[in-house]
């Protein structure tokens, strides 16, 4: 089989780069990446034939599935330059379908996140399920929202055979340095403070990109045609926790956290219900969340040579934000 991976050379699209090769040794991968600041080529296998594209101008000839992972997805960059999410997130997952439409292509696999749905409160009872309204709150979530749209207007127009899956966030090795494991881990290292929101009590989903990993795979080999999945794993953990875990396994005060003004749509919660995954494909998540997390820091203090050179490609600072985008009110919940 032949298996094309897009966004391959990034964070999420590399592991599962990885992961199916060791685990479907006989199929041909290939990966595609535009290799913008987020994608480093050094994170596939040097094997991996990697073709330097845009997903809008992907050539799918001779593919048999199509699992995409292109996304831009950093949500405080997404309020200086919100145009470029759309662009690629919208526009570019259409042009891949068109394109997976035409050849014949027997799968097409989109990888969504949580964010489609809005927030919750944070003593809200319930999570989110499948069939959840989407309500997302910010440019980038809107953009993924647009994406699992057109991703699904395929399947019921064109009958493209697809399949989704939204999940929680991912941490893990090889995460560019935007993310917050990463940045509150190498601001640590270098001497810096970690700047934590002043709603330092929202929380997120969290789940190790190897279970990601291992879930699309389920969806891809078992799954239900048309079906979306939810990926979670029920571990819930606030910034502010994230960053006492980096200070506890370095072993550094509680003074090198500085608290920073909330960026304008900040969610406050997300929660996955991950109960059709496990009861229809049988996967449930094997990496415990605190020696994970623990895990990738020391991974980050051992692989300084992988992350320096990348802190200074991202196109945002998590402070400009806070004087270029204009405040937005909190719709009620």
Known sequence: MRVLVTGAAGFIGSHFTRHWLAAHPSDEVVALDALTYSGVSANLPADVPLVHADIAEADVEGVDVVVNFAAESHNSLALLDPARFFRTNVLGTQALLEACRRAGVRRFHHVSTCEVYGDLALDAAEAFHEDSPYRPRTPYNASKAGADHAVRSYFETFELPVTITNCANNYGPNQFPEKVLPLFTTRALDGEQLPV??????????????????????????????RTYHVGTGVEASVDEIADL????LGLPQSRKTVVPDRPGHDRRYLLDSTRIARELGWRPEVGFEAGVRDTIRWYAANRAWWEPLRALSPIDENSWATTAPSAPRTPA
Request: charged share 35%; aromatic share 6%; net charge negative.
């Open 246 to 249: 980096v200070l506890d396994e």
């Open 197 to 226: 929101y002043a709603s330092s009590d929202n929380r997120r989903e969290w789940i190790h990109v190897r279970d990601h990993c291992r879930a699309i795979e389920a969806v891809l080999l078992e799954g239900e045609i048309g």
